[in-house]
């Protein structure tokens, strides 16, 4: 794909999705192999017509989804072992819930006030398009929680604090954990993740509206409302107790 022909499809889509996307598919369609070192910061930019901080952005989203891994003085190279995609072993206990939407309010609340102050153009593009993307897949209990914590993630990126963003990716696998139980109760309830689509509209919404207040709200009712579908599915024993 020519300069011109990558200028074109950008347009579509913010520049460091973009990248990102491109060198998703490449990572998945094996043509970038695990262990492969990516091409350096500069030569992405020469090679995407972009500038650095696009091409930082893009990894950045690479390393929260888990695909690549910077090392220091070394560069960028895809991870030999891939994201598990889906838990193994048993659900979330009760207590285990309640401790993790605990950790997810005292972080989550404060990220979304700090994207809605903070965020990018770019960023907040990014969030909009995750949005899109749970829509897409909203009657998907498979497929939506992946969304759903793509979403999470971008949000903890707009919020730049590189801190806060590495606790949200060392919480990324309870997240699928949380996420997967709340799309089955909510599908129970409801038929589709719709609901739960527009809660997370909305947060968008507030971030692009630079409204901390708002932003901090809405990120709170998403966690909470979650944690109320999920420990219905206790209630009514979907799950024995742990």
Excluded at 111 to 134: F, G, H, S
Aim: hydrophobic residues 45%; aromatic residues 4%.
């Amino acid at each position: 794909m020519s300069a011109t022909d990558h200028d074109v499809s950008f347009r579509r889509e913010t520049l460091p999705t973009g990248i990102a996307s491109t060198l998703r598919r490449q990572i998945e369609a094996e043509e970038l192999v695990a262990g492969a070192q990516l091409p350096g910061h500069r030569d992405l930019a020469r090679q995407f017509s972009v500038s650095l901080s696009s091409v930082r952005e893009a990894i950045s989203m690479l390393v929260s989804a888990g695909l690549v891994e910077t090392r220091a003085g070394r560069g960028t190279f895809v991870v030999r072992e891939p994201p598990a995609q889906k838990r193994v072993g048993p659900p979330l206990s009760r207590s285990e819930v309640e401790e993790l939407v605990e950790a997810r309010v005292l972080i989550e609340v404060r990220l979304a006030q700090l994207a809605a102050e903070r965020a990018t153009p770019e960023q907040i593009a990014a969030l909009c398009e995750a949005v899109e993307r749970m829509d897409q897949v909203s009657a998907s209990s498979r497929s939506y929680p992946d969304a759903d914590v793509e979403f999470h993630l971008a949000l903890a990126a707009a919020a730049n604090n590189r801190y806060l963003l590495q606790a949200m990716n060392d919480l990324r696998a309870h997240l699928l954990d949380d996420m997967e139980l709340g799309a089955e109760a909510v599908i129970r309830r409801f038929g589709d993740l719709r609901p739960s689509v527009a809660s997370h509209r909305l947060l968008a919404e507030a971030v692009a509206a630079r409204d901390p207040e708002r932003a901090g709200a809405a990120a709170a009712t998403i966690v909470n409302r979650n944690r109320e579908f999920v420990l219905g599915l206790y209630a009514f024993g979907a799950w024995g107790e742990r």
